[in-house]
């Protein structure tokens, strides 16, 4: 007769399979469509003919831009778990935003005696500290993803080596090469009114090539890691997402490549915010996260053919940068328009703030408002301390 001993091991083993996270933060549809979608959006938009490809992605500017900005401002105003997190800090979530908007209007419409340069050339260089804030902001959104995924681990994660890999190849990858591109290309050269220098085809072909081999060698070191530690199919696909663009960034044009990076960084945006919005009323319970973004899509319809003042603004008064002239070529009073401009660049430096505040996990009471969004059934299942002390999930 086998003894209850050889029967408890197996019995363990599957309660412990059973009870363990789900190693996606949805599903593997959701995740595939929102988080996941630098694996399917390049494809898309590669195959499509111009007029289609033009057309999904004016769609999707004007669903996702504006309403990945306000996602993480919904999310803090709307969520009850978040109410003793904007009652600790409100000189951050109330006082800064205040203080920086009243700062913008100052540089942007104070008297040209009180700054250098025309209103022009200053809101040219908001608008370029505003692009060094945006590399940074998309790198740690890619660190915060893997990151995210890495708590969803059953065993834990807590080699700091592999974290420490994960960082660099977010900031690398993501922004400095995105930096070096520009530079390479010229785009700068819009923020200063000059023009785009024509760079030897030698050296552009060598650059590339010696940057192709760094992210492949990169790309292949890591996914090994990966493999050899078990961190799971979610975040190896995220990875190969990530270094995927940094290759396609080599490949194609630079205006694409912005487009393909925006509208990945909003997707996942939207797609991490709707499911905490579907649990941010009652705990424990999935809502679908269907209504919430279809009032941060409808939102930014609205308010986009406005807030894109500021690209309007920068690329010289020029139509053919917007998404939608309706408005703005109506408008033939400037300081109208640089108002309109002022509200566009506040709207992405509240965005910068809200993310952060909503999302930076070192923080114990943020940390604990964000996980109980985040993996609402299984909280407890790991330590939130998997995330890491210096995550940002922004």
Same mark, same amino acid.
């Not at 190693?23 to 494809?43: C, E, I, K």
């Not at 504006?66 to 979530?93: C, D, E, I, K, T």
């Not at 960082?167 to 785009?187: E, F, I, K, N, Y």
């Given at each position: ?45 590669? *195959? *499509? ?6 057309? *999904? ?178 975040? *190896? ?158």
């Amino acid at each position: 007769m086998p003894s209850t001993a050889s029967h408890s091991a197996p019995a363990t083993s599957v309660q412990r399979l059973a009870s363990a996270p789900s190693p996606w933060l949805r599903s593997p549809a959701w995740d595939g469509f929102w988080l996941l979608s630098g694996l399917w959006l390049p494809v898309l938009l590669l *195959l *499509l003919p111009d007029g289609p490809a033009q057309l *999904l992605i004016l769609g999707l500017t004007l669903c996702g831009w504006l309403a990945h900005r306000f996602a993480s401002v919904w999310l803090a105003l709307s969520a009850a778990a978040y109410r003793p997190v904007l009652q600790a800090r409100p000189g951050y979530f109330w006082g800064l935003p205040l203080l920086l908007g009243a700062s913008l209007l100052l540089v942007v419409f104070g008297p040209d005696s009180l700054w250098p340069g025309s209103r022009l050339q200053r809101f040219a260089a908001l608008m370029l500290l505003d692009y060094l804030f945006s590399l940074y902001h998309f790198a740690m959104q890619h660190y915060g993803v893997l990151a995210l995924y890495r708590s969803r681990l059953p065993h834990g994660q807590q080699n700091r080596h592999l974290q420490r890999m994960d960082w660099w190849l977010c900031l690398l990858v993501s922004g400095a090469l995105a930096l070096l591109l520009d530079l390479l290309h010229g785009d700068l050269n819009v923020f200063f009114g000059l023009p785009t220098p024509p760079v030897a085809a030698p050296i552009v072909g060598g650059l590339r090539l010696l940057l192709g081999v760094a992210i492949v060698s990169f790309w292949g070191w890591q996914s090994w890691q990966y493999r050899c530690q078990q961190q799971g199919l979610p975040r *190896l696909l995220y990875l190969s997402s990530l270094c995927g663009l940094g290759l396609l960034s080599l490949l194609i044009s630079p205006l694409l490549y912005l487009v393909l990076i925006q509208i990945q960084h909003w997707l996942v945006a939207l797609g991490i915010s709707g499911h905490m919005l579907s649990h941010s009323q009652t705990a424990g319970h999935q809502r679908s996260p269907w209504p919430a973004l279809a009032g941060l899509v409808l939102l930014s319809c609205l308010l986009t053919p406005v807030l894109e003042a500021d690209y309007y603004i920068l690329h010289g008064f020029n139509l053919e940068v917007l998404a939608v002239s309706g408005l703005l070529a109506q408008l033939s009073w400037e300081p109208a328009v640089y108002a309109l401009g002022c509200l566009g660049l506040f709207s992405s430096w509240l965005h910068y703030i809200y993310d952060r505040g909503v999302f930076r996990l070192a923080d114990p009471l943020t940390r604990r408002a964000a996980l109980s969004l985040l993996r609402p059934a299984d909280t407890g299942a790991k330590s939130p301390e998997n995330l890491g002390p210096a995550c940002v999930l922004e």
